[in-house]
């Protein structure tokens, strides 16, 4: 009894330690990650959109919801009136710089006195100006005066009262014939009548020729990043012969779906690739491990073996099934481990028809054959899916750039001639019939929704054809909607189509009179 007591005493005890080796896939978290992100800028994007699109919101006050909210001191959305010139340059977002207004001409054969001609400064109306005065502008004379000999004359701007009287803002002795001709920052007001006096003394030489040219500052009440119909078109800028404006609100609309679903795809697809490519190597590796084993090597040899060769994304995978089987965890768990970081049903099946063979008794080289094959088959099979549905993708990119380049079209073409045709801005009265003013812009904000439109629906119905995974098809769509974004800022929304106003010169006289 004493014998038997020591002997279960000194009996080693067997201690099972369960492995639980974590999983250092983030693929799906990173993509959880991306995909928040992306979304809430998307929402940001739509938010500003919707807020400028007077689509939902049409404050009484005119003005874009927007503005309403981020400057709250400076406008009043329940306002029937307009905001004036104070009300914009209280909020940064609606301050106005000056632009300029240019007359140019050229005078023959100007002998004494002389010569005249008048121009008007353009500004903002006095009811329009709010509590603050109109804003400082000033005036510049560039001029070339050619004659047979270097006489002398005066150079002058003279402002013109109703009443005919007159009085001298600036003026200075001009040499013939020299380089320095012009008068600089002279003081003008709004609104008021200017005149460019050549004058020339009795006994000077004529001039040939006086070519001149008059700068001034312009305000016309309309903020920087607004257009003429008070809807946002933010600031612009020359990129070669393009002048474009990539903060225009319409903008925001493609902007928010493009940021929602294109990085969040493109991350999703790449990592399908990869998963693709340790599918397309996975039959070989079992086929290989299955000639190991019928070789009579061991499954940690073999695997351990097969770690060295090359099998492209499956190296990294194969290197960990070599580490796992060394430390002692059977190989049916080493393979479910491996189907669980890889994730897709084309290996589940291949290590749960392993694993059951396995479990059955079965030759474990024949089930490893089988598995190879029968994982060959399938990837041959989603080949001839993607080969067969190919020309289906194709048709439907080429409809879809038919569908924007006829878009396109219309906008820069059938747009502009209807809007030239009633260019006054009112309705017009042909016989019965009421020919309502034209908005560019309206028509083509709806253009660039239908286009947007049929970016999304044709992209997401690629992908689902192509692939099966919507993922790829929000790829497609990012792919369309940036094309969209970029033959509608570089080609369609020009500035004459958008409401940028446009410099159209200074009111000036025809011809010249004599100064005084």
Known sequence: ????????????????IRLELPKDDRSQTNFSIILAICMM?????????????????????????????????????????????????????????????????????????????????PGIDKQRLGTMPHPQQFANIECSAEADNNGVFTLSVV??????????QDSAQIVANSDDC????????ANKKYEIWVEIEPGQPSLRTFEFTVSVDAYDGIPDNMNNRSLWIGPGFELGPFDIHPTIFVNFFGIGLLVAVFPPSIYKDAQARKIKAIEDKFPDFLRDLAEYWKGGLSMVV???????????????DIQKMSDQLSWGIP???????????????????????????NKAGGKISDILVTAANDSREIKFLEGERVRAIASYISVIWVSYLVFMGVIVVLSKVFIPAI???????????????????????????????????QAVGNG????????GRLSNGMKHSGFMLILALFAFNFVAFTPDLIGVPMAEGLVHSIGRTAPG
């Not at 009894?1 to 099972?16: C, E, P, S, Y």
């Not at 190989?331 to 059951?356: C, K, Y």
Request: aromatic share 10%; charged share 20%; glycine share 8%.
């Open 1 to 16: 009894m004493g014998g038997n007591t020591v002997a279960k005493k000194n009996r080693k005890k067997k201690i099972k």
């Open 41 to 121: 800028i998307g929402v940001g994007c739509m938010g500003f959109w919707i807020t400028n699109a007077d689509l939902v919101f049409k404050p009484i006050n005119q003005m874009p919801m927007f503005l309403n909210m981020a400057c709250p001191d400076s406008f009043d959305a329940n306002s029937p009136v307009p905001p004036t010139y104070s009300d914009n340059e209280s909020c940064f977002l609606t301050q106005e710089s000056p632009s300029t207004e240019i007359w140019t001409e050229e005078w023959s054969k100007v002998g004494s006195p002389g010569g005249a001609g008048f121009f008007i400064v």
């Open 159 to 168: 402002e013109r009262y109703y009443d005919m009287t007159t009085s001298v």
């Open 182 to 189: 012009g008068l600089q920052d002279i003081p003008v007001e």
């Open 302 to 316: 073999s695997v351990r073996t097969l770690a060295r060769s090359e099998y492209g994304a499956l190296n990294d």
């Open 331 to 357: 190989f049916g768990d080493v393979m479910r481990l491996f189907a669980g970081r890889v994730n897709t049903p084309l290996v589940h099946r291949a290590v749960s028809l392993v694993d059951e063979a």
């Open 419 to 453: 809007a030239s045709s009633n260019s006054g801005g009112e309705s017009e009265s042909i016989g019965n019939m009421q020919i309502n003013a034209v908005d560019p812009l309206f028509f083509l904000v709806v253009f660039f929704y239908g286009v947007s439109a």
């Open 460 to 467: 997401a119905m690629a992908g689902l054809m192509a692939t």
